[in-house]
């Protein structure tokens, strides 16, 4: 075995968000069908992201791990387990423990959690002290309204100010708060525990998503250097494809994200490595093995995930983006239409829906089995 077959590789994961409108277990369908190495769920008033039985079941029939958990945060979410924000996160964490994920990623305190913010620090310490789930405080910013700024957050937006120990770097909400993402990651330092990985212009001081390369932000740079340093966290892809004019071009754009990732890090990977074959999107050098502790860092060696059979799509155009290479289009449209084997008695038929019980819960299209 190469040098390069053996060396760690740096697992990529998508969110749950970046298929919305559609549910979480068409995430799941998703990962799997395009080789992402798992998933980050973000818990949201969909009732399966909330369900930890359920999420077992999806993770386990599509053999996609749940590697973090997005603690419910967001305004939209204030109501998702209860109105204690405390609570909220020693939920996720019981959640991420039980499915085996490395990190629970929570956003720093609205200013209106008067003593949620007091002691968000203090209390994350605490709670750390009493698991091996790092509990990632992302990047936000701030808002403008008639020319002044406003901060939405306490004890600020950003964890560079703040005495927590890990940090999500989000590259939407740098080009948002205009902050130079490589500088965060230099200071940031052994506190980078998480990334999410997506573009933005800063225009208009819209949180955009964007598929990475589509706006402003160093997302290249940003992967090469992890790759070349001590960074051993995943790169979740959080982008919003609810502007996709059809599945295919969500489906296109997600393929996009995945290719531009691993790519970049593997540019690093080939560097650092040494000599030995180059990697690809398909699982040349046999299945993937997932080699992890509960502290977050993640290891593969072997394959490179999902199959990579070939096969062509219609080109559509892509959401909030300028128009792309035609190659390159071709190219992730292919690995959109790919699709990962189930193999074994009660797989899923030839068209992917699985001989069992309909489940309400399953992806649009395809049934799970009945709960064991």
């Known amino acids: 075995m190469s040098t390069a077959d053996s060396a760690p590789r740096h697992l990529v994961a998508l969110s749950t968000a970046s298929v919305y409108p559609d549910r979480t277990p ?3 369908e998703v990962a799997a069908r395009l080789g992402y190495d798992g998933v980050e769920v973000m818990v949201t008033p969909d009732a399966v992201s909330q369900d930890v039985d359920v999420l077992r079941r999806l993770s386990e029939y599509h053999a996609v791990p749940v590697l973090a958990v997005h603690a419910p945060c967001l305004l939209i979410t204030q109501r998702v387990w209860g109105r204690d924000p405390w609570g909220k996160l020693l939920r996720a964490k019981d959640v991420a423990e039980q ?3 490395g990190v629970v990623v929570a956003h720093p305190p609205f200013r209106w959690q008067r003593d949620y913010a007091r ?4 209390g994350l310490a605490r709670m750390q002290d009493e698991t091996d789930v790092r509990f990632a405080v992302e990047n936000m910013f701030p ?3 008639g020319g002044a700024e406003v901060a939405p957050y306490a004890p600020t937006w950003n964890p560079l100010d703040m005495d927590c120990p890990h940090v999500t770097l989000d590259l939407s909400h740098t080009a948002v708060s205009g902050s130079d993402a490589l500088a965060m990651a230099d200071e940031l330092g052994d506190r980078l525990a998480h990334v999410h990985l997506a573009d933005g212009t800063g225009l208009a001081y819209r949180d955009e998503h964007l598929v990475p390369g589509r706006g402003t932000q160093p997302c290249a740079p940003l992967l090469r250097r992890l ?3 001590s960074y051993r966290g995943v790169v979740v892809l959080e982008v919003k494809t609810f502007r996709a004019p059809t599945q295919e071009a969500r489906l296109a754009d997600l393929a996009e994200a995945l290719k531009f990732a691993r790519d970049n890090l593997a540019a690093s990977d080939a560097v650092t490595a040494g000599p030995g074959p180059a990697r690809t999107n398909g699982t040349q050098g046999g299945p993937a093995h997932f080699i992890g502790s509960r502290d977050g860092s993640v290891q593969v060696t072997g394959g490179q995930g999902g199959p990579a059979q070939d096969s062509p799509a219609q080109d559509s155009p892509a959401q909030d983006s300028p128009a792309q290479d035609s190659s390159a289009r071709e190219d992730s449209s292919a690995q959109a239409t790919t699709r990962r084997d189930h ?3 009660g797989g899923p038929a030839a068209n992917g829906t699985i001989p069992a019980g309909q489940d309400p819960v399953a992806p649009r299209g395809s049934v799970l ?4």
């Open 26 to 28: 068409d995430a799941f």
């Open 99 to 101: 499915l085996g994920a």
């Open 119 to 122: 002691d968000f620090t203090t």
């Open 143 to 145: 808002l403008r309204a």
């Open 227 to 229: 790759a070349a340093g």
């Open 343 to 345: 193999p074994g008695p």
């Open 369 to 372: 089995p009945a709960a064991t």
